[in-house]
């Protein structure tokens, strides 16, 4: 059974820093990309990184890249924010990709429960 569970939300200042986990089960990291998305309320989710092992590939959408950092080790996959910004607030979701079919298209297998993050000063 696949399973992913997002942990290490909260609440930081603008500036500040956050580190999120997704744990995984019931898959390979070696074998499966994941991916992170975040959804802001009001918008549509939006994918902003992914780490394919694989595929020896990471990815950042423009408005994270050199901010946020993804790595994994055995079965856990980081998302590392640095200098948050007011427009970085969301709910932050993790997910098993099936194929990553362009830049921000990717077929998503099995979602994780989300993590809020709150960026206030």
């Known amino acids: 059974q696949v399973q992913l569970v997002e942990s290490g939300g909260g609440l930081v200042q603008p500036g500040g820093s956050l580190r999120l986990s997704c744990a995984i089960s019931?898959?390979?990291?070696?074998?499966?990309?994941v991916g992170w998305y975040r959804q802001a309320p009001g918008k549509e989710r939006e994918a902003i990184s992914y780490?394919?092992?694989?595929?020896?590939r990471t990815f950042y959408t423009p408005s994270v890249k050199g901010r946020f950092t993804i790595s994994r080790d055995q079965n856990t996959v980081y998302l590392q924010m640095e200098n948050l910004e007011p427009e970085d607030p969301a709910v932050y979701y993790c997910?098993?990709?099936?194929?990553?079919?362009?830049?921000?298209?990717?077929?998503?297998?099995?979602w994780g429960q989300g993590t809020q993050v709150t960026v206030s000063s």
């Open positions: 997910a098993k990709l099936l194929n990553i079919l362009g830049i921000a298209d990717w077929e998503v297998g099995d």
């Open positions: 780490i394919n092992t694989y595929a020896g």
């Open positions: 019931g898959f390979s990291l070696d074998r499966f990309a």
